[in-house]
């Protein structure tokens, strides 16, 4: 029986187990062999039945214990699992493999100092074994203790023989010498561990791996001669490594942090480039880093001779590889008049400036695609769509030009038009996959989820294809998609996309547990440490913050404007007494219509049984519309348990101490807000979150009705005394620290709205007086942004936020209009304020779409009627009514 589950031969250890059951039909361990059998046939609750029964007729067998464990391990339920071993241990507490499944799920749930003792233990049975000191070795090292795991591989290498390691370990015997030597410099045995290095040369194979550690050990030592030398022999091997580049700088003393050098530093560092340049002429590392230093005209100079052949090439990363380049003042102008010089030069001669080679055509192409994503990180979206169509009409067929006017239009507020343009891009090549996410990326930033989907689908297998997205983890579309639901106000489904990113964390990291076994036995000791602290920060990556803050954003709202089902309810209460009748007789009838449904979808998705027995059951998803999502009882304490998760690993992020806020303060837990208003005033003082949240705080505060109970007085005895440390309010009242906020930033748009609304809260009866603040602010021209025009100082972000405020907050609609006629005017391509060249307006089509056949002119007016077929073409012709062709 036992072979058979081993062998995954699960019909016949079923047979098995019944023939010994028929003899012994109380036989405990049986019973649980079978469950355990059982519950690889996902046959669960059978399993579990089956393997308590096991257990209670034979409570004192470490068999029973250890399968309850293995499987409550199966479901993930680790701290049970945990509980069984240990229980199996009390009984036999030697057993060799209980002991290992226990060090497995000491590992995963970094239960450390545990995990060391199982280790001990292990070791101590089997010392025979290379695992058992490997293991014990990893395990002092993640319980913080370098040194001890340090005494234990060298208290293992005094058992090898000398000629160890034969021909077919070499590999692994090196990769512990290397884990060992970096061990010894993280604990500050530099000497020892340079040492060490020189001793084992001979037994380390990965030289590469060898140099690096070296390297990093000569740094430490001070040896910085010997260092440079080394670096010298990695760039001859990686000559576009930057981190070989960097290192060679700290080593001649060359190395600055921030990016600032004296002059003498700079003429230093041009010569060193210089004469590496010339070593290594292939190299691209070595003409790109100069530019980070360079400045004025040493810096045109570089960068002309750096992208002359990128253009040539044709390389379209040129701009991204720059664009770091942008936040160093003053060579973002120098580059727009390098690029304006070469077209104008392109132009005229058909080459390069004082070349008298002429350059083939598709060099103007390139020189035009540049510069439109030049004007438009400088916010110059007219200048950029000029450029963009120039380089269109030049050549019509490349397909990152639609992708960049897509770009630009988005910026420039049109995501409409942005997601035709980009669609036109994709039925260019419709088997290119980066393509078609783009597309989609566009789609789902419009608001156009249906046609989004179906075109995200054309690349996934045929069948359930939504279940594919999510089986492949595709979590920019879902948080796109997500973002694009809390738009609408379909929060469920909102909600339903984001809970999927914060399940594919929870897969990433149950993903590890197969890894702390075989890391140890393959020996790749050094990948699975770095695993292990990439996994312990997993939580702190973007993707899972945008997740996060979007759930409880739905919460939020959820909790502010309860769901249509406690409403609808009220109003049934209300009605007569036969209304009440039929419309329950509605209600049973259209849930045994929908229950009928569901048995027949679950019917023609029956599971079917493998050869080995196991059941291969198609997932059904009770719940595909997030509509018991946003039926939950208490959104609040839905949206705390992500909200935790930010606090401990999004701690530096603003926006999650206004959340924080934000759940606390209708939670009405007073000191937990004060203590999330406390971290955003050490992040950001001056930030408008930051001001409506203080200000909307102590207005709360001051509406507190007197305090009765010792616990009250306690929060109130604890207010008083935080208020005068917040030095906006040490002596002020609430109105003057609005108003000197007021006077600090009456030049930003953001922060005049954010006083505005505070005076709605604090005095209700000026709104007027409110309204008039925002209307009363003036765009103020930026400082000159290149040579071609100047910037406004409003955000489209921005503009959009205060439109929202005097709509809905302020709820003065003649004042949004108003608003609305001049943010039309500042973003003419907008179509959320309908500028006079966006896709609202249907006049100005042809500002926007250019046919790749015909160059005829395309506004899609109603993209919701088109129906992508699989080879990416329009299956409803009806559709092509609503399209003004010009």
């Not at 050869?611 to 059951?617: D, H, L, M, N, T």
């Not at 100047?790 to 302020?810: A, P, Q």
Request: hydrophobic share 35%.
């Amino acid at each position: 029986m036992q072979k058979s589950y081993e062998t995954k031969q699960y019909k016949k250890g079923l047979k098995a187990a019944d023939a010994i059951l028929k003899k012994f039909p109380d036989h405990g361990e049986t019973l649980s062999m079978k469950g355990l059998t059982l519950n690889c046939m996902d046959r669960k609750s059978e399993a579990y039945e089956l393997v308590r029964l096991g257990l209670k007729n034979d409570l004192k067998s470490h068999v029973c214990w250890h399968v309850y464990g293995l499987l409550y391990r199966s479901d993930r339920e680790y701290r049970e699992a945990i509980k069984c071993y240990r229980n199996a241990l009390k009984i036999d507490p030697n057993n060799i493999e209980i002991l290992r499944d226990l060090s497995l799920l000491q590992a995963q749930m970094r239960d450390l100092s545990g995990f060391v003792e199982t280790r001990q233990q292990l070791l101590s049975l089997k010392p025979n074994h290379r695992m058992n000191w490997i293991g014990f070795a990893v395990a002092h090292h993640l319980n913080f203790n370098a040194l001890k795991a340090v005494d234990i591989l060298e208290a293992y290498e005094g058992t090898l023989e000398d000629d160890y390691p034969p021909d077919n370990e070499r590999g692994e015997h090196s990769e512990m010498l290397l884990y060992k030597i970096s061990l010894l410099e993280e604990c500050g045995l530099v000497q020892k561990a340079l040492e060490e290095l020189h001793n084992k040369e001979s037994k380390i194979i990965d030289k590469l791996s060898y140099k690096e550690q070296r390297v990093s050990i000569l740094e430490k030592l001070g040896l910085f001669n010997d260092a440079k030398e080394l670096y010298m022999v990695l760039l001859s091997m990686n000559p576009d490594n930057y981190r070989y580049y960097e290192g060679l700088q700290r080593c001649m003393g060359l190395y600055s942090v921030d990016g600032q050098y004296s002059s003498d530093e700079i003429c230093q560092l041009e010569a060193m480039y210089e004469s590496l340049s010339k070593q290594y002429k292939k190299s691209s590392a070595v003409k790109r880093i100069p530019l980070d230093f360079l400045s004025a005209e040493k810096f045109r100079l570089a960068a002309e001779q750096y992208i002359r052949p990128f253009l040539s090439k044709g390389i379209p990363s040129l701009f991204s590889d720059l664009s770091p380049l942008y936040d160093h003042p003053g060579k973002a102008d120098i580059l727009e008049q390098l690029f304006l010089e070469l077209e104008h030069s392109i132009k005229t001669t058909g080459g390069f400036p004082e070349s008298v080679d002429k350059e083939p055509p598709p060099i103007l192409l390139w020189a035009l695609f540049y510069l439109s994503q030049h004007y438009d990180r400088r916010g110059l979206y007219e200048i950029a769509l000029k450029k963009i169509d120039e380089a269109i009409e030049h050549t019509p067929t490349v397909i990152d030009l639609y992708l960049v006017k897509s770009r630009i239009l988005k910026h420039a507020g049109d995501l409409t038009a942005a997601a035709a343009l980009a669609d036109e891009a994709r039925c260019m090549d419709l088997a290119d996959r980066y393509v078609n996410s783009q597309c989609v990326k566009r789609m789902l930033q419009s608001d156009q989820v249906v046609l989004a989907e179906k075109t995200a689908v054309l690349f996934t297998k045929d069948g359930e294809q939504h279940n594919n997205l999510y089986d492949m983890q595709c979590m920019w579309y879902e948080l796109a998609s997500g973002e694009s639901y809390l738009r609408q106000g379909d929060l469920g489904r909102a909600l339903k996309k984001f809970l999927s990113v914060e399940k594919h964390y929870a897969d990433i990291t149950e993903d590890q547990f197969d890894f702390h076994a075989y890391c140890l036995r393959k020996m790749t000791l050094r990948t699975y440490v770095e695993m292990l602290k990439f996994q312990d920060h997993l939580h702190s990556y973007p993707y899972f913050h945008k997740a996060a803050t979007g759930a409880i954003n739905c919460y939020l709202k959820l909790y502010d404007s309860p769901s249509k089902s406690s409403t609808e309810d009220e109003e049934i209460s209300k009605l007569p007494t036969s209304q009440k009748k039929k419309l329950r007789q509605k209600q049973r009838k259209a849930e045994a219509r929908a229950k009928k449904e569901a048995e027949v979808k679950e019917g023609s998705n029956a599971p079917t049984v493998s050869k080995s027995g196991r059941r291969v059951a198609k997932s059904v998803d009770p719940d595909p519309h997030g509509d018991k999502l946003s039926q939950v009882e208490d959104p609040l304490m839905e949206a705390t348990k992500y909200l935790k998760l930010l606090q401990k690993h999004s701690s530096n992020f603003l926006e999650t101490h206004l959340l924080s806020f934000e759940v606390y303060i209708r939670k009405q837990k007073i000191l937990l807000a004060l203590q999330a208003l406390k971290h955003m005033q050490r992040l950001d003082a001056n930030d408008p979150d930051t001001h409506r949240c203080l200000i909307k705080f102590f207005h709360k505060v001051e509406t507190i009705p007197a305090p009765v109970t010792d616990a009250e007085k306690l929060v109130s005895s604890v207010l008083e005394a935080e208020r005068p440390l917040f030095s906006q309010l040490h002596g002020k009242s609430l109105v003057e620290a609005n108003a000197l906020f007021l006077e600090a930033h009456k030049d930003s748009l953001r922060h005049r709205a954010a006083v505005a609304e505070m005076i709605s809260v604090i005095e209700p009866s000026k709104k007027d007086e409110a309204v008039n603040l925002i209307e009363e602010s003036t765009n103020n021209l930026v400082a000159p942004n290149g040579a071609l025009g100047s910037i406004r100082n409003w955000t489209l972000k921005d503009c959009i936020g205060v439109h929202t405020l005097l709509e809905s907050t302020l709820d003065d609609h003649n004042a949004a209009s108003r608003w609305k006629a001049r943010c039309a005017e500042y973003f003419p391509y907008s179509s959320y304020f309908e500028g006079k060249h966006s896709s609202v307006i249907s006049n100005s089509a042809n500002h926007h779409f250019h046919g790749t056949e015909n160059g005829g002119d395309i506004l899609v007016a109603n993209q919701s009627a088109f129906s992508v077929a699989s080879n990416g073409n329009v299956e409803k012709l009806e559709g092509l009514k609503d399209l003004v062709i010009q």
